[in-house]
């Protein structure tokens, strides 16, 4: 059954849809799944698993609402390395063994970009004109820590920051729209001043985002965790889960 998170505005009462992550203790923690007309971000070191549960998810999306997806397609855009079809072609063979569902791969549209621009352009053209013929439910940029990243110096951050605000309205005004999840992923930095490593794009960033979520690995074995670092409607909280052949347990 589809589960549904009400909000009210302006005296008017939205529907906003909710994507399960195929596993139980991430769905508990989020309370059903990621939610719609919100801007979500995932954010952990490489090798954690970001990518690996937005492909689960990208799957999930076009299962129908009894099993937590929102039979809707998904728009997956790269901008760093190339995007890792064999894993998802993988995942989308364990998925239509366990959910009788084929097709799967018709219903990933993928692109890669590698600026902020160009992405843009894709938000307010191409998925808005893909939208006419497939109804989308999920849209992921993985990474957008890797539009900006650059060896120059000489940074413009009032240019920066006034792009960061353009493409976090234009997500977010997509979610609305559509009804749609929209998810970022994002590379951690080391702070030489803290000594911490916090998610890269600093506060002009994390100011534009609703949730924030973190995943971490253990050096010692296989198992990550899951962790809600801040959220309008979620409490702090973490939970275990791994990540197998088969896709997120």
């Known amino acids: 059954m589809r589960k549904k998170f009400i909000t009210c505005s302006k005296d008017l009462l939205i529907e906003n849809d909710k994507l399960s992550t195929s596993n139980s203790e991430i769905d508990r923690l989020l309370r059903g799944g990621f939610r719609s007309h919100i801007l979500n971000e995932i954010v952990g070191t490489g090798g954690a698993g970001k990518t690996q549960l937005c492909l689960c998810l990208s799957l999930m999306v076009q ?5 937590g997806g929102l039979k809707k397609a998904a ?11 064999k894993r998802l072609y993988e995942l989308s063979t364990s998925f239509d063994q366990k959910f009788g569902i084929g097709n799967f791969l018709d219903n990933v549209f993928i692109s890669h970009i590698s600026d902020c621009q160009k992405l843009k352009a894709f938000l307010r053209l191409d998925v808005k004109y893909l939208a006419k013929f497939r109804d989308i439910g999920l849209i992921i940029i993985d990474s957008i820590g890797g539009l900006f990243r650059s060896d120059n110096l000489d940074i413009d951050y009032s240019d920066r920051s006034k792009n960061f605000i353009e493409i976090a309205a234009e997500l977010r005004q997509l979610s609305v729209k559509f009804n ?3 998810i970022c992923c994002n590379q951690m930095t080391d702070d030489i001043s803290s000594g911490c490593s916090e998610p890269c794009l600093g506060l002009a960033w994390s100011n534009l985002v609703n949730s924030r979520f973190l995943i971490t690995r253990s050096n010692l ?12 409607d979620l409490p702090t909280s973490r939970c275990n889960f791994s990540i197998t052949k088969n896709g997120i347990t």
């Open 180 to 182: 749609c999840i929209t």
């Open 63 to 67: 299962l129908p609402n009894k099993y």
């Open 221 to 232: 074995s296989s198992s990550r965790t899951f962790q809600t670092l801040f959220s309008p």
């Open 75 to 85: 728009v997956y855009i790269c901008t760093e390395d190339v995007f890792p079809i």
